[in-house]
């Protein structure tokens, strides 16, 4: 096998998902490096790959390791790297030992295999003709809704990772900043309890709400927004004439926040500007 880096996508559940080219560069490999070698270990076993040499490459090494790895390259040793699930350097580590690689002049080689988010996407039932990978959200709230903010005026399915403790809040977020945009929370890919929740994020929050605990690897797809025009009538005049109508204040703007795409603060901010 040709020195290079290889980057070697792996099963995020079911260990059918994975290739037979990935199969025959991991056993080729004079090197595999792991985000986890007892997770990679559990994986190499499983298909009968033994006494390969494996070194850890996460975030917290990842810099002096990629020095220790290029070198290795610059030798002649084949690498192969993995992360534990996926595709290497989707939210995993990574990018660091690419680009020294590259810039060392060494082969990048990918070896595709299962993605979440392509996956998720195909099976969510929403527009696939374009869409952005976002990653992770922010942990906290306020960033979490600015960095929504910020995205709300993409006219393409966006597409997140979440922790499962933050799934509810991250909902709650959406609904405020998107309104009633179509949400699919696709859980567990390719695992036993696979499942694909789809609604608006309110309606899928209190899916998720009414249920002891959510557990799993989580991928959020959220719809495009409206391609429409705007009302003519300012922000001021449609909560005023909502009101004209018997609808409460409070109703009145969050309505009108749902019919243009915007947060209940921004509704708020101009009407009192």
Known sequence: MPAA???????????????????????????????????????????????????????HNEAARTRELVAKLES??????????GTPLVSDPGYRLVTAAIAAGIPVVPIPGASAVLGALAAAGLPTEAFRFCGFLPPKQGQRKKALEALRGEDCTLIFYEAPHRILDTLADLAGVYGDRPVVVARELT???????????EEVRIQLAGRPSVKGEITLIVGKGRTTALPANSVEDAVRELEQKGVPRMDAIKQVARERGLSKREVYKQLTQ
């Open 5 to 59: 880096l290889y980057l070697v996508a792996t099963p995020i559940g079911n260990l059918e998902d994975i290739t037979l080219r990935a199969l025959r560069v991991l056993r080729e490999a004079d090197l595999i490096a792991c985000e986890d070698t007892r997770q990679t270990g559990k994986l190499l076993a499983h298909f009968g790959i033994v006494d390969k040499h494996m070194v850890s490459y996460h975030g």
């Open 76 to 85: 002649g040793v084949t690498i192969a790297l993995v992360s534990d699930a």
């Open 191 to 201: 695992k036993l309890h696979e499942e694909f929740l789809r609604g608006t994020a």
